[in-house]
């Protein structure tokens, strides 16, 4: 079965800029969406389509996908930012997650 | 304003069956540009998708849930809902419902574009 992997937790300063990967197989030739997760909270898609931003998601939040990784990238760190972000793609008709990275942010 | 509600029995116990209605309003649920899904996250834990139904009747399940699996669509309600037979205490999660985007049509890409807020389902006896 096809795996995504992300690292467990990342760690950004206060207005700087966050990379959060997420490593799979030949994953560039699949579209990879994003969600964010705050604690207590449903998933909200934030990136769809490898780099495609939903209405109302802020332009601070970009993404791309490439090869085996896939990066998101939050820049300019707000406190309201930390959160759990899945990546999520689909294979042979299996919606597969990965398996989250918890953001904070100092 | 397009929203998810999910309800459910909170507690089941071992063995039993799991069934879970999502409520959808503001939209209709025969709408062909998607499919209505379910996702859980067990306690401290990731997300796992469930399955995936339109209302035309394509229905996609996770194999390792498949043979406990049922889902159905209800349009005269504007309700989806979940069977999960035989249910163990690995089966304990957060479970929400999803609308996703039905990738067979143009400009679609199968992401989960609106979720519900998750009920929580305990197995316990």
């Known amino acids: 079965s096809y795996e995504l992997t992300q690292p467990v937790s990342v760690s950004v300063a206060l207005g700087q800029t966050a990379t959060i990967t997420c490593g799979g197989s030949n994953l560039g030739t699949k579209y990879v969406h994003w969600y964010q997760q705050q604690p207590g909270q449903a998933p909200l898609l934030v990136i769809y389509?490898?780099?495609d931003r939903p209405s109302g998601i802020p332009e601070r939040f970009s993404a791309s996908n490439s090869g085996t990784t896939a990066t998101l990238t939050i820049s300019r760190a707000q406190a309201g930012d930390e959160a759990d972000y899945y990546c999520q793609v689909l294979d042979n008709y299996i919606w597969v997650f990965g398996g989250g990275t918890k953001l904070t942010v100092l | 304003q397009v929203q998810l509600q999910e309800s459910g029995p909170g507690l089941v116990k071992p063995s039993e069956t799991l069934a879970l209605i999502c409520s959808v309003s503001?939209?209709?649920?025969?709408?062909?540009?998607?499919?209505w899904a379910w996702v859980r996250q067990p306690p401290g834990k990731g997300l796992q998708w469930i399955g995936s139904?339109?209302?035309?009747?394509?229905?996609y399940y996770n194999p390792t849930l498949k043979s406990r699996l049922t889902a159905s669509i209800d349009t005269s309600k504007s309700q989806f809902s979940l069977r999960l037979a035989s249910v163990t205490a690995a089966d304990t999660a957060v479970y929400f419902c999803?609308?996703?985007?039905?990738?067979?049509?143009?400009?679609?890409?199968?992401?989960?574009?609106?979720w519900g807020r998750g009920t929580l389902v305990t197995v316990s006896s």
């Open positions: 999803a609308r996703q985007t039905n990738g067979n049509n143009y400009g679609s890409y199968w992401n989960f574009d609106l």
């Open positions: 389509r490898d780099s």
């Open positions: 139904k339109s209302y035309s009747g394509n229905t």
């Open positions: 503001g939209d209709s649920i025969s709408n062909d540009n998607y499919y």
